[in-house]
């Protein structure tokens, strides 16, 4: 459906724009999840919005669930599932634990760590390789994560900086067995798998923390589960249009939002070092788009004499 809307808006581009034009939505809905998140975690503890995250999701999803279910119930990847809902659910947490006490910035910064980690565990537990190139590109990126987020000895915001990069971890574990369980099994098995058992270890501390919320609180935790869903939604079909690279590094924008976005919205000014950091942040995801162009383009000239 989002590919047929981008069609009539702009019948003339190309996929990898098609790709490039939802990647920049996606990433503006997602962390506009964490604005929501921001805000309500004044008094609703991240457990409970997790678990309403998961509602929402696992309410989408019903329909194909109950359509599938004999399909969903013969998964041979229930080791690596486990995984990844563990590292789905500790990534959510931390994450939502971050952003609601360190600026948008910084916790956005943190949040690219996860590229360190998928690198560092692709490479242990399937085998991939991660040339020179590429551990450039990563060290480059990390150097502006550590200019953005400026890490001191002050325990408040060291403790919020190790549950970012902890969260950061929690969500490399889990990407990286979706790479392995999408050799053999369908996206819905996936998003269901998540969505279910996810919400249930929420529901569990959520239990013991649990607040009745007030009406605006309960519409915010539904637009946090609703924008969840639709940002990843629109991803899922970005990646679907465009090459992956040029999609995945178009994500760099997030930085660029979440500095604007704080200032907006939470009066967060960001030092001169900061803004260099966004600014490499934002180099090491465009490199590898320049190599590629160049790496084609020499292809081409060679194919032609």
Request: aromatic fraction near 8%.
């Amino acid at each position: 459906m989002i590919e047929r809307v981008l069609q009539r808006i702009a019948p003339n581009l190309t996929d990898n724009q098609k790709g490039v034009c939802l990647a920049l939505v996606s990433t503006a809905v997602i962390l506009c999840v964490a604005i929501v998140v921001r805000i309500v975690s004044d008094r609703i503890h991240v457990f409970q919005i997790v678990f309403f995250r998961q509602i929402v999701l696992i309410a989408l999803l019903l329909p194909a669930i109950c359509r599938n279910a004999k399909t969903l119930r013969q998964s041979k990847n229930l080791v690596q599932h486990a995984f990844r809902v563990i590292g789905a659910f500790s990534g959510h947490c931390l994450a939502f634990l971050t952003v609601s006490h360190l600026p948008l910035a910084e916790a956005t910064a943190l949040s690219f760590t996860n590229i360190l980690f998928v690198a560092v565990l692709s490479t242990v537990m399937l085998g991939e390789h991660v040339g020179w190139s590429r551990r450039l590109t990563i060290a480059i990126g990390f150097t502006g994560v550590v200019l953005v987020v400026q890490p001191s000895f002050d325990n408040l915001t060291l403790t919020y900086t190790l549950t970012g990069l902890a969260g950061a971890f929690g969500a490399a574990v889990a990407a990286v067995c979706i790479k392995w369980i999408s050799r053999t099994e369908p996206v819905l098995s996936l998003m269901a798998y998540q969505a279910v058992f996810v919400g249930l270890l929420a529901f569990i501390p959520t239990l013991f923390v649990w607040q009745w919320p007030t009406m605006e609180e309960l519409l915010l935790l539904l637009l946090i589960g609703g924008l969840a869903s639709l940002g990843q939604w629109i991803s899922m079909t970005a990646f679907s249009l465009g090459e992956a690279n040029i999609v995945t590094n178009v994500q760099y924008i997030k930085i660029v939002y979440s500095m604007v976005l704080g200032y907006l919205i939470f009066s967060e000014i960001p030092n001169n070092l900061a803004i260099l950091g966004a600014t490499v942040i934002l180099c090491s995801g465009i490199i590898p788009v320049v190599r590629n162009r160049m790496k084609k383009q020499r292809a081409q000239q060679a194919a032609s004499l």
